[in-house]
Nanobody
């Protein structure tokens, strides 16, 4: 069973930056999985904001964060990072890290990882709170 733990949340002013971290208890997760970041804003449905296909390092971003958020990974530390800059009040909420594994061609995995469909992500962290004001 994969355990994920997020950290790095906090309160920042508009335009500020944060780096969120997601650590996995299982190393293989970072060799062949899609790691996604999801935002649960107050009063809104949870939405996927970014994802990375760890085997290839391919990254995918929602339009709302494109150009402001960047993903990176450190396989030696079993960690995925979400670098957030130019933060806006609408970026506030609980951020969750999740892991999915797709069977099939690389192209299929890329498509599904970019889609960030919640039902595909079987392991979730408890979340870390981000407040921008």
């Amino acid at each position: 069973h994969v355990q994920l733990v997020e950290s790095g949340g906090g309160s920042v002013p508009v335009g500020g930056s944060l780096r969120l971290s997601c650590v996995s208890s299982v190393g293989y997760v970072f060799s062949s999985h899609c790691m996604g970041w999801f935002l649960q804003a107050p009063g809104k449905e949870r939405e996927g904001v970014a994802s990375i296909l760890t085997a290839a390092g391919s990254t995918y971003y929602a339009d709302s964060v494109y150009g402001r958020f960047t993903l990176s990974q450190d396989n030696a530390k079993n960690t995925v990072y979400l670098h957030m800059s130019g933060l806006r009040p609408e970026d506030s909420g609980m951020y969750y890290c999740a892991a999915a594994h797709f069977w099939g061609s690389e192209g299929f995995s890329q498509t599904m990882c970019a889609w960030r469909r919640e039902d595909d992500f079987r392991s979730w962290g408890p979340g870390t709170q981000v407040t921008v004001s």
